[in-house]
């Protein structure tokens, strides 16, 4: 077998010289682009098994050549993994969003490099046959050993005298194998899935998928939370007359993605279990010090108890993963614990206001009155109660305020010291 190809997009040359050393160790070929538009031009000569890519170049960043790769269907399928200093969540939630299939901080070490591309590779390779059409040399696609095809000269499943698949179990099968392997028995149906009072439905036709609906939500939402799901059952059934079309996304992509989540909550949830969970922030255990990027803490300044990671995922407009992925990294280094319900009133009240250093508002802003009021009562020593009792202002309305100077970044609230009654 030939090796993997990585091409290695980035403008500084000592980079791509050490992460080049990296990967000729592990095993890869390498190539090489110091720009996007270079790489664009490199890979519409010779497509690589992966693309390796910064985001901050001159001609072409990388946003951009990510999201050309992504929308052009003789490249979408080539897996693109981000690799740059950019820590911010912005730059996280762009990069997924233009079609990136993983993002890691240069921060990273070598080892968690070299095991997230080997993630992503067999994550990717595992659907090569829905990469693109088969070539003038390459008449019909070739399937992997386990896919199940039937015998030559026979139609696929779903004809009059051809019986449907027998169901499968997601306890055993993962939902993207499960859909990947239906899809190479016929093109045009429906798969049912179950679990207890829980459905979902996913719509194929013409061999792709068209349309989702599980819980509430339809389209490509409702496909990644079927992905999700651990246990039920999957059946396929015809086609069901009229269906809408509210999947726009390649087929493959849609698998790709499917598996990156599923890999993602695997690994979240032995610390996550539910987004329902409450974090809260606990000291440093022995430690001298603590290392944080900006994305956790755009989490962690919301993490005062009184929200739960799904509502602080909805504060801050993230992807729901990457907030996964950072309260699962906190709590993993100690900082974070989650609680099964949010803080009470007395204990919200609890919490000590200080003034905010950094604000994130456009210059010249502007403060309520009620606003300025609540600010000119912090001194850094009286907790949220001594200052609400201070003011005549109702409960909801003061903690509402409190909330709104705290995400602008005017206050920062410390978590409240055990009482002598709690030691």
């Given at each position: 077998m030939t090796k993997d190809?990585?091409?290695?997009?980035?403008?500084?040359?000592?980079?791509?010289?050490?992460?080049?050393?990296?990967?000729?160790?592990?095993?890869?070929?390498?190539?090489?682009?110091?720009?996007?538009?270079?790489?664009?031009e490199k890979v519409e000569v010779e497509a690589p098994q992966l693309v390796l890519l910064d985001l901050e170049m001159p001609e072409m960043d990388g946003f951009e050549t990510c999201e050309r790769l992504k929308s052009n269907p003789d490249t979408e399928w080539i897996p693109v993994v981000i690799f740059t200093g950019l820590e911010k969540l912005p730059h996280r939630l762009r990069g997924?969003?233009?079609?990136?299939?993983?993002?890691?901080?240069?921060s990273a070490q070598p080892e968690e490099l070299k095991s997230r591309i080997e993630l992503v590779l067999s994550r990717t390779q595992k659907?090569?046959?829905?990469?693109?059409?088969?070539?003038?040399?390459?008449?019909?696609?070739?399937?992997?050993?386990d896919d199940v095809l039937p015998p030559e000269g026979e139609e696929r499943a779903g004809s009059e005298d051809t019986p449907a698949p027998t169901p499968f179990a997601l306890e055993k099968t993962t939902f993207a194998e499960a859909i990947q392997q239906i899809l190479a028995q016929r093109d045009d149906g429906s798969a049912h899935v179950t679990n207890g009072e829980r459905t979902g439905v996913v719509h194929f036709a013409s061999g792709r998928i068209i349309h989702a609906t599980t819980d509430g939500e339809s389209g490509e939402e409702a496909f990644y939370a079927l992905a999700l799901w651990k246990s039920g059952e999957l059946e396929t059934k015809d086609a069901e007359p009229d269906v809408i079309t509210s999947i726009e996304t390649p087929t493959r992509g849609l698998l790709v993605e499917a598996s990156r989540r599923s890999d993602a909550w695997r690994m979240i949830s032995s610390k996550v279990p539910s987004f329902d969970l409450v974090p809260r922030c606990v000291p440093l255990s022995g430690a001298p010090s603590i290392r944080l990027t900006k994305s956790d803490w755009a989490v962690m300044r919301l993490a005062d108890g009184t929200r739960s990671i799904a509502e602080i995922v909805d504060e801050i407009q993230t992807d729901i993963f990457e907030a996964g992925r950072v309260v699962f990294s906190l709590i993993t280094i100690g900082v974070l614990r989650l609680?099964?319900?949010?803080?009470?009133?007395?204990?919200?009240?609890?919490?000590?206001?200080t003034r905010g250093d950094t604000i994130d508002v456009d210059e010249p802003f502007e403060l309520t009155s009620l606003e300025w009021e609540t600010l000119s009562r912090v001194d850094g020593k009286s907790t949220l109660r001594s200052v609400r009792d201070t003011m005549d202002m109702d409960s909801n309305t003061f903690l509402e305020t409190i909330r709104g100077l705290e995400d602008k970044g005017f206050l920062r609230l410390t978590a409240p010291q055990p009482t002598t009654e709690e030691i």
């Open positions: 190809r990585i091409l290695i997009v980035d403008d500084d040359p000592d980079n791509r010289a050490m992460v080049g050393h990296f990967l000729g160790n592990w095993g890869y070929e390498v190539d090489y682009a110091d720009n996007g538009k270079l790489a664009l997924f969003r233009d079609g990136a299939d993983d993002y890691i901080v240069k659907y090569s046959k829905l990469q693109q059409p088969p070539t003038s040399e390459q008449e019909e696609l070739v399937l992997d050993a609680d099964d319900v949010s803080a009470s009133a007395d204990e919200a009240f609890r919490m000590l206001p």
